[in-house]
Antibody, heavy 118, light 106 residues
Framework: QVSLKESGPGILQPFQTLSLTCSFS??????????VGWIRQTSGKGLEYLAT???????YFNPSLNSRLTVSKDTSNNQAFLKITSVDTADTGTYYC??????????WGQGVMVTVSS | DIQMTQSPSLLSASVGDRVTLNCKAS??????LNWYQQKLGEAPKLLIY???NLQTGIPSRFSGSGSGTDYTLTISSLQPEDVATYFC????????FGAGTKLELK
């Protein structure tokens, strides 16, 4: 069965870099047309789609955050990664990873809470 | 960016009611629309994909319809466990979510 789980630092300070890991099972990012997406939920913007990494290493980034986002993957270890540079309080929220298949996020992780505070 | 507008933002209904939630896109999204249900403290759960396809394991009282810019999620007979916030999501271009409809029991 498919499962995903996000992990991250919990709390970080403004201007630091947020690094999140999505560890998954039940599918492979080596499979054609498979992707992992990153979504966050904040009090300010609700649900916001951040980025996708695809099986072929193609990537999508939300244009409003493009310059701050990096995504990567470790196919052998069934992990995907998201980095957001220069965080501020507006980046506080819950971050989710999701399996993307046929354009749809069908299975989601439980989410990880991230707080940006000085 | 394609903007997704959901209405109403809050809906109160009784058990057994037929409930309709609406989602309007700022441009044609070619039926590339999903519906998600989010209960308090949980991750969103996929209910409907590509406008009208029921995700595996989702009760048949949920259905979706629409085309172009206008889409609808219908619950044929509201159950207590359906209390949640419902989000539409378009993946036609630059994926975006609606702000949600909070469904509560009257």
């Amino acid at each position: 069965q498919v499962s995903l789980k996000e992990s991250g630092p919990g709390i970080l300070q403004p201007f630091q870099t947020l690094s999140l890991t999505c560890s998954f099972s039940g599918f492979s990012l080596g499979t054609s047309n498979m992707g992992v997406g990153w979504i966050r939920q904040t009090s300010g913007k609700g649900l916001e789609y951040l980025a996708t990494i695809w099986w072929d290493d193609d990537k999508y980034f939300n244009p409003s955050l493009n310059s701050r986002l990096t995504v990567s993957k470790d196919t052998s270890n069934n992990q995907a990664f998201l980095k957001i540079t220069s965080v501020d309080t507006a980046d506080t929220g819950t971050y989710y990873c999701t399996r993307i298949i046929r354009g749809t996020g069908d299975y989601w992780g439980q989410g990880v809470m991230v707080t940006v505070s000085s | 960016d394609i903007q997704m507008t959901q209405s109403p933002s809050l809906l109160s209904a009784s058990v057994g009611d037929r409930v309709t939630l609406n989602c309007k896109a700022s441009q044609n999204i070619n039926k590339n629309l999903n519906w998600y249900q989010q209960k308090l403290g949980e991750a969103p759960k996929l209910l409907i994909y590509y406008t009208n396809n029921l995700q595996t394991g989702i009760p048949s009282r949920f259905s979706g319809s629409g085309s172009g810019t206008d889409y609808t999620l219908t619950i044929s007979s509201l159950q207590p466990e359906d209390v949640a916030t419902y989000f539409c999501f378009q993946y036609n271009s630059g994926p975006t979510f609606g702000a949600g409809t909070k469904l509560e029991l009257k």
